[in-house]
C-alpha cells in the first residue's frame, strides 16, 4: 500500500526557511512525478510545486516563484520543498502527492484531482 509521510513543518517568524520532506513507500517513486500543494482555512487546496519524475523539470505556482525549491532523492523515496522569505500568507497545511507518470500527466501537474496519492500534511505557521 501506498504511503506518503510530510515532515519538517512548523512555526516560523515571515522572512524565515523551512524545509520540508516527503518520503514514499509503497510505489516505484521514479514513475511517480511529486508534488506539493497547500490548504489554508477557508480556502481550497492549491498548487504550489511539483517535479518531474525524472528530477530536473520543475513548475512552481507564481506566488511561490523564486522562494520555494522543489527538489527529489530518487535514491531515498523523498521530495522536498525549500521554502524561504516566508510570509504570512504561506500559512497553511502542505501536502505531499504523487502523479503516476503517463503522457499527459505532467500537464496536469497543478490539478489536485489528477494525483494518486496523497500524504497526511504537515502545518506550516508564519508568525508577523
Known amino acids: 500500500q501506498a504511503q506518503l509521510v510530510e515532515s519538517g513543518g512548523g512555526l516560523v517568524q515571515a522572512g524565515g526557511s523551512l524545509r520540508l520532506s516527503c518520503t514514499a513507500s509503497?510505489?516505484?517513486?521514479?514513475?511517480?512525478?511529486m508534488g506539493w500543494f497547500r490548504q489554508a482555512p477557508g480556502k481550497e487546496r492549491e498548487f504550489v510545486a511539483a517535479?518531474?519524475?525524472?528530477?530536473?523539470?520543475?513548475a512552481y505556482a507564481n506566488s511561490v516563484k523564486g522562494r520555494f525549491t522543489i527538489s527529489r532523492d530518487n535514491a531515498k523515496n523523498t521530495v522536498y520543498l525549500q521554502m524561504s522569505s516566508l510570509k504570512v500568507e504561506d500559512t497553511a497545511v502542505y501536502y505531499c502527492?504523487?502523479?503516476?507518470?503517463?503522457?499527459?500527466?505532467?500537464?496536469?501537474?497543478?490539478?489536485?484531482?489528477?494525483?494518486?496519492?496523497w500524504g497526511r500534511g504537515t502545518q506550516v505557521t508564519v508568525s508577523s
Open positions: 509503497g510505489l516505484t517513486f521514479t514513475t511517480y512525478n
Open positions: 502527492a504523487g502523479l503516476k507518470e503517463s503522457l499527459t500527466a505532467w500537464d496536469r501537474r497543478e490539478q489536485a484531482r489528477w494525483y494518486d496519492y
Open positions: 517535479i518531474l519524475w525524472s528530477g530536473p523539470i520543475t
